[in-house]
């Protein structure tokens, strides 16, 4: 991860410049993760067990995300995470975006618009992530979740990642989410977006 001039030395050493980049790149997170629901061809693990989660509840997938948020937080307790302000931004901003997004972007039935909105989603997801990453201002609480689960259970990152990421997908699937080639050309690039993202971020702010 790149050391930014934004980059925070704890995650309450809060900035007016910190604040607005976090913002940015949680909005853009919960705008991108919006093209892929309203594509119709399969979302983010995640935003699958949101959108089951909403179907399920009649309420909106932003308000969906935002108690899946909570209800993974409350997870850190017994782990004994601490969030910081990034995490509890994470929460309130993306669900906000993704409703936003939701309501203002239209659906689209043709083929090739459909994997365009996948594909300037997940390039929106990754450039988000390394915004809000690069704040230093705390993990959000999937994210923190995920690394605690490393930490105290000894198991490799990435076996935790995709056991916790396969685990929520079918539970998602199983609410009513929406899973398709979506959902595969997600897991199969948003690495690469995101780490394509941190590149560009360290490039600009070498300069």
Same mark, same amino acid.
């Given at each position: ?108 039935? #043709?083929?090739? $618009? ?10 929106? /997801? *990754? %450039? !988000?992530? =390394? &915004? ?31 056991? #916790?990421?396969? $685990? ?10 929406? /899973? *398709? %080639? !979506?959902? =595969? &050309? ?22």
């Amino acid at each position: 991860m790149p050391v930014t001039p934004w980059t925070a030395i704890s995650p309450w050493s809060i900035s007016v410049r910190r604040f607005a980049i976090l913002f940015v790149g949680l909005f853009l997170f919960g705008i991108g993760d919006s093209l892929l629901i309203v594509s119709n061809i399969g979302n983010s693990p995640w935003t699958v067990l949101s959108q089951g989660v909403s179907r399920q509840l009649d309420i909106s997938i932003g308000s969906a995300t935002l108690l899946v948020s909570l209800f993974v937080l409350a997870l850190w307790i017994p782990l004994r995470e601490t969030p910081g302000f990034g995490t509890l931004a994470n929460i309130l901003i993306i669900a906000a975006a993704i409703d936003i997004g939701v309501r203002f972007i239209p659906d689209q039935e #043709i083929f090739i $618009l459909e994997i365009l909105y996948v594909l300037l989603g997940i390039t929106l /997801v *990754g %450039l !988000g992530s =390394a &915004l809000y990453i690069t704040c230093g201002l705390g993990s959000g609480p999937r994210d923190g979740w995920m690394t605690a689960l490393h930490r105290r259970t000894g198991l490799p990152v990435g076996r935790v990642r995709l056991s #916790i990421e396969v $685990l929520v997908l079918i539970t998602g699937w199983a609410l009513g989410g929406v /899973v *398709g %080639l !979506g959902t =595969a &050309l997600f897991a199969l690039l948003i690495g690469q977006a995101v780490a394509i993202s941190f590149g560009v971020v360290a490039r600009l702010t070498a300069r």
